[in-house]
């Protein structure tokens, strides 16, 4: 039922479902930055002189990350169409170009439900929380496993990447490839730890380098 469900949905037009895909992250996003970083949560970490203006600051940066989020949603889903079909061509897998950006778009789902979590995990969960509570929090991430004490803020956030979220998405999207294609599952899952999850590792390496 689960397979035929997602099949239908495959056979949407392609704008239909980057729309389901940008608004489950918009709203996400906007769920995130309005209601959990609410004026009452800056103001507990404001040192400021004038809290109005700052927080029509942030408002305004909002605005513009909501403005960006298409973009955002299309750009990533190029860099990861272009790692996976390069995977594709060195495997010599034939896949529809126009299919293999649908399943992206679906699974780009998975990595924006870090913001519905977090938003319900602060909101509904926790109920009372600082602003460090929320700059602290990874839900589905390595790092509740870990000792932070003497990691730097950058090299968290990287190691944060390490979550369910990004695995959700490897594994949905392999199910989706090998479902359409000639590939199995495990050489799907394969393809995808060594595109889109080398694709990860040398981003965030890189980042720690140029960051520090």
Do not use: H
Not at 76 to 101: K, N, P
């Amino acid at each position: 039922m689960q397979q035929n469900f997602v099949s239908d949905l495959l056979k949407k037009p392609m704008w239909m479902l980057f729309l389901v895909s940008w608004l489950f992250y918009l709203i996400g996003l906007f769920l995130f930055s309005q209601l959990v970083w609410d004026a009452n949560t800056y103001m507990l970490d404001f040192k400021g002189t004038d809290f109005d203006e700052f927080l029509s600051g942030v408002r305004r940066i909002d605005m513009l990350r909501y403005a960006l989020s298409p973009v955002w949603i299309i750009g990533m889903s190029a860099v990861i169409w272009a790692l996976i079909r390069m995977g594709l061509f060195i495997t010599g897998i034939v896949f529809d170009a126009s299919l293999l950006f649908k399943i992206i778009f679906l699974g780009l789902i998975c990595i924006s439900l870090s913001f519905w979590v977090k938003s319900i995990g602060l909101i509904v969960v926790k109920g009372n929380y600082s602003p460090d509570d929320i700059k602290n929090f990874y839900p589905g991430s390595i790092i509740p496993f870990i000792d932070t004490t003497n990691i730097s803020e950058i090299r968290i956030k990287s190691l944060a990447q390490i979550d369910l979220y990004n695995l959700g998405f490897i594994i949905f999207t392999s199910w989706l490839i090998a479902v359409n294609s000639s590939l199995n599952y495990f050489k799907s899952i394969l393809l995808l730890l060594f595109t889109y999850g080398l694709g990860q590792v040398i981003l965030r390496f890189l980042m720690l380098i140029i960051v520090g």
